[in-house]
């Protein structure tokens, strides 16, 4: 079946700690990028990255870092929580320069103290 | 101004009503267009693609206008499921894999 799938799916945690959301597809997209989506905000890209080891700013990236070693796996790194990073977040995958929709992993909802 | 824009609603609307929301895009350019549905902390999901000519699937109808640049997502006989928010997106057209999206439509059906 295919998939993104995204972990952990629930975290509370406090200020000041380093985190790792991971998302990983199973679809050999080469596109992968994060969201967040935030009341009367909408989705925001976070990141995105193109390929393996290609990676760009999204339209709020501050606070945020992603690596992509590998084509399946594009992990969101929060080197330092902070509570405006409470939010509810989305990893999704489509193919590159193509006309497809994206497909987007479960959610993760994320609360900073 | 915003890439796409979408009248945030509530629509509220009896079961068996039909409903109709309309959602503009800023870029002539741009390539595909979807309708996704989120239900309330949940993933979005594909509700249909919108093509040039106008699809229909089951009791939703999609059409483009690109003279007008705009996208309306058509539902017939509203079921109590089909409660949800309706997101428009928008897939650009010079960073081809950028997605907009919209705010969202909320659909309330009632009994």
């Known amino acids: 079946e295919a998939q993104v799938t995204q972990n952990p799916r629930y975290l509370i945690t406090v200020t000041g700690k380093k985190l790792t959301v991971t998302c990983s597809q199973n679809m050999n997209h080469e596109y992968m990028s994060w969201y967040r989506q935030d009341p009367g905000l909408g989705l925001r890209q976070i990141y995105y990255?193109?390929?393996?080891?290609?990676?760009d700013k999204g339209d709020v990236p501050e606070g945020y870092k992603v690596s992509r070693k590998e084509k399946r796996n594009f992990p969101l790194i929060l080197e330092s929580t902070s509570p405006n990073q409470t939010s509810l977040y989305f990893c999704a995958s489509d193919r590159l320069y193509s006309n497809q929709p994206q497909h987007f992993g479960d959610g993760t909802r994320l609360s900073i103290l | 101004r915003k890439e796409v824009e979408q009248d945030p609603g509530p629509f509220n609307v009896p079961e068996g009503a039909t409903v109709a929301f309309n959602c503009t895009y800023s870029?002539?350019?741009?390539?595909?267009f979807f309708w996704y549905r989120q239900d309330c902390r949940k993933e979005p999901k594909l509700l249909m693609s919108?093509?040039?000519s106008g699809n229909e699937d089951g009791r939703f109808t999609a059409q483009l206008n690109r003279a007008s640049q705009y996208i309306s997502l058509l539902i017939r006989d509203s079921k109590l499921s089909d409660s949800a928010t309706y997101l428009c997106?928008?897939?650009?057209?010079?960073?081809?894999?950028?997605?907009?999206f919209g705010s969202g439509t909320k659909l309330n059906v009632k009994p």
């Open positions: 919108v093509y040039s």
């Open positions: 870029n002539s350019a741009s390539q595909s």
């Open positions: 990255s193109m390929n393996v080891e290609v990676t």
């Open positions: 997106v928008v897939k650009g057209a010079y960073n081809f894999n950028k997605f907009y």
